[in-house]
């Protein structure tokens, strides 16, 4: 499979196969990917395959939460150090989360594929060993180019000893891959720059169109709360971490406190949010609000109950990750201004699918000027989302993306598929 993206029809197989979905986080746990590994387990499950899940806790989920798809698939291991703030808090829940992965997968039987995550950095190594003690595939998911992400997120300094360990403990899990799959083109050129010849198929993330759809106020007293006193909202909702350039967002609330009628709501948890938090406290910002992360029923409500979202990453960050929290806003049919380079991969689709604005990552003047634009012409946010509705539903539904796979395992596996 090329750099190109994976069709989407799914064709036929002979019989089902037993894939086992490697995530540190999934259902109930709130986090970035949940809902993505959620949405494909219970996607290929209703296709007929075999799947088990190997997750970190908690130990209190039940049968129940996993739905009937994945009743009795999905398999937890208990971790002491499950979503500690710190840097060696989380290297040691990866760590543990790698070893009993390792170890847990060893007695499952009949494996076919094994797909893994690019979370936790370095996975693919202990899910390639694993997949060659069990004579499977290994497809390894890569949702962001790490050791980079670390060095924009202010982690590691580039070039040094340890950089260099990584990148090349990356290119060895490249190697070790049956097939890499991408969320953007950008992505598998670069792996494919990196390893020549790995084979490569670029699937986006996605968003689920029939969950998240556009509203109204009077329809969704959550909307209603969010959106109280009918002020002009402008809302980031995701992880509030090292690599989201909020300060922006924080100083464009500052240039703007004295116009009134606009607030800005955060949404969301991660480790820069204490001193985010504190920063605005200090700069004496009342028109700033901040939210805990809300539960899955709840999301639709949350992209819903703004009138621009905005994703501010830190300088290059846009070029080693996309945030599929995009799409949610994309689904909602609300306009998104992206704080990112011009030639980043998001900063294409907003152009491509005409549903926001794209201002320099840090640039907060500019910023606010985009936001008064929108909030003094109405006509053109609505015009704007609907826009983006319509690219959604027709490139990065659920239902595609799982086609997508579906056809992708067939491929690694060297089944028939049928071709568009």
Known sequence: MSAASAPARAGNHRGP????????????????????????????????????????????????????????????????????LGVLSKFCEYLWFMAYFLLRGLAIPGIDVIFVASTPPLA???????????????????????????????????GGWIYRCLRKAEEATYRSSDLVSSISPAFSEY????????????????????????????????????????????????????????ETLVEAAEQLKGVPGIRFIFIGDGNAKQTLQELARQRGLANCEFLPLQPLDRVPSVY????????????????????????????????????????????????????????????????????????????RARAEGLQGRTYVEANLSRRTAIKRYFQMFNHVLGRPAETP
Not at 132 to 158: C, E, H, T, W
Not at 214 to 224: L, N, Q, T, Y
Not at 314 to 319: L, V, Y
Not at 321 to 346: H, M, Q
């Open 191 to 246: 792996v494919q720059r990196l390893v020549p010849g790995t084979p490569v198929a670029t699937i986006p993330n996605w968003v689920d169109t029939d969950h998240i759809r556009p509203r109204e106020s009077a329809e969704d007293p959550d909307i209603a709360a969010f959106r109280r006193g009918g002020a002009f909202v402008v809302q980031y909702a995701g992880n509030i971490g090292f690599m989201q350039n909020l």
């Open 304 to 379: 819903n109950a703004c009138d621009l979202g905005v994703i501010p990453l830190k300088p290059g960050a846009a070029h080693i990750a996309v945030p599929s929290k995009t799409w949610n806003y994309l689904a909602a049919a609300r306009p998104v201004i992206g704080c990112v380079e011009e030639d980043s991969p998001l900063a294409q689709v907003i152009r491509e699918s005409g549903s926001g604005s794209v201002v320099p990552p840090d640039d907060p003047g500019r910023l606010v000027q985009v936001i008064l634009e929108y909030q003094n012409a109405p006509g």
């Open 124 to 158: 693919g190594l202990p899910a390639a060993l694993l997949a060659r003690l069990k004579g499977a595939k290994m497809v390894y998911n890569l949702q962001d180019i790490f050791p980079d992400s670390a060095v924009v997120a202010g982690m590691l300094p580039a």
């Open 17 to 84: 196969f037993h894939v086992v979905i490697i995530t540190p986080y999934f259902w109930p746990i709130l986090a970035s990917s949940t809902h993505l590994m959620k949405d494909l387990a219970e996607g290929l499950a209703g296709e007929g395959c075999r799947v088990t899940v190997l997750s970190n806790g908690p130990n209190t989920a039940t049968r129940e939460a996993d739905g009937p798809l994945l009743a009795g698939s999905v398999h937890r291991a208990w971790n002491p150090f499950l979503r500690r």
